[in-house]
């Protein structure tokens, strides 16, 4: 990963849900114990951004800082 590269980017899965991606660690990035996987297009894309904008570490967390709810669809 280059130095200008973003570390996080969303991802289509299979089942036409989205994730937010861990360039870095090659894997589904995590805020705190939640993996950031099935989500709806524009979930993923705000999560990916604050991600991004923050340069947030993926792995344990402050505990309640971010509150993801299941969405309808």
């Not at 894309?45 to 340069?55: D, I, Q, R």
């Amino acid at each position: 990963m280059s130095d200008g590269a973003l570390r996080f980017e969303c991802v289509m899965e299979p089942n036409g849900r989205w994730m937010v991606w861990d360039v870095r660690l090659d894997l589904p990035a995590q805020f705190s114990a939640l993996a950031l996987i099935g989500l709806c297009h524009d979930e993923a894309v705000s999560l990916c951004s604050l991600l991004n904008e923050t340069g947030s570490e993926t792995g344990p967390a402050e505990p309640g800082l971010l509150m993801i709810a299941p969405t309808a669809g």
